[in-house]
């Protein structure tokens, strides 16, 4: 099974998932003065209002919280082809101090970066279709700097007690991630892939300029939840979730805005 230790983190995932080693791996450095204005990339469109919200969990990776993803709702518009249906949310973060975004900014990392996991259901019967295919999920990447508290978190920071080990799950309803997202919309675009096994490269990346904050009281209740479920005696504080950046292997990220 993979982690994100010594023995099992990112360097050695390649043993069991070759594609690590692929053309459109995930996550990478932003360079923004290399992004390339594209005035056809549609504003992003999310329509996040009647949010149906089913659960959160630890799933020994990360927390997650997941979406009934039953009908047209939860849409993602913007540089895709159709609307995509959202299943689910995640973070990756650090220890203390600023590291644990995935995607970087100029070499900047973030100490946490939120990823909003979409998939074609225009085009796919089901999300393990959409999973394996170049066009089939859409992630939405929204970075996390230290700040000013973020209300919309409290609800996720307070639930996190009741999953604090790999494996628990309870209910979280009517979540609405609109509380979650900057102002500006303002976005980079690239082809890439999941940044945790099996690491599909499926993904169309859409990574927003503008961070949100969030106060270090806040991200503090995240390191307590554990990568270990309650059977394990090894008790690993969940931190450090990230993947580090891939090489860019001559994609071009596109860039909403002048
Ligand atoms: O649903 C998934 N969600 C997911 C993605 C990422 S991600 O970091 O890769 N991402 O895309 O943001 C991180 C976490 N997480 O909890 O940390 C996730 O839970 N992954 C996933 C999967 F688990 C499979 F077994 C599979 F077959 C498949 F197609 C998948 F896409
Ligand atoms: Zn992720």
Excluded at 206 to 226: A, H, N, W, Y
Aim: proline fraction near 7%; hydrophobic fraction near 30%.
């Amino acid at each position: 099974q993979w982690g994100y230790g010594e023995e099992d983190g990112p360097s050695s995932w390649y043993k069991d998932y070759p594609i690590a080693e692929g053309a459109r791996q995930s996550p990478i450095n932003i360079a923004p003065e290399e992004a390339v204005y594209d005035h056809g990339l549609p504003p992003i469109s999310l329509h996040y209002d009647n949010c149906t919200s089913t659960n959160i969990s630890n799933n020994g990776h990360s927390v997650v919280v997941e979406f009934d993803d039953v009908d047209n709702q939860n849409l993602l518009g913007g540089p895709l082809e159709n609307a995509y249906r959202l299943k689910q949310f995640h973070f990756h973060w650090g220890g203390k101090g600023c590291h644990g975004s995935e995607h970087t900014v100029a070499g900047k990392t973030y100490t946490s970066e939120l990823h909003l996991v979409h998939w074609n259901a225009a085009k796919y019967s089901s999300f393990a279709e959409a999973a394996v295919a170049p066009d089939g999920l859409a992630v939405l990447g929204v970075f996390l700097e230290i700040g000013d508290e973020r209300g919309g978190l409290n609800k996720i920071t307070d639930s996190l007690y009741m999953v604090k080990f790999k494996g628990t799950v309870t209910d979280f309803r009517d979540f609405n991630p609109n509380c979650l997202l900057p102002s500006s919309l303002k976005y980079w675009t690239y082809p890439g892939s999941l940044t945790t096994p099996p690491l599909y490269e499926s993904v169309t990346w859409i990574v927003l300029t503008e961070p949100i904050c969030v106060s270090e009281k806040q991200m503090g209740k995240f390191r307590t939840l554990l990568f270990n479920s309650e059977e394990e005696e090894q008790r690993t504080r969940m931190e450090n979730n990230f993947r580090p950046p891939q090489p860019l292997k001559g994609r071009t990220v596109r860039a909403s805005f002048k």
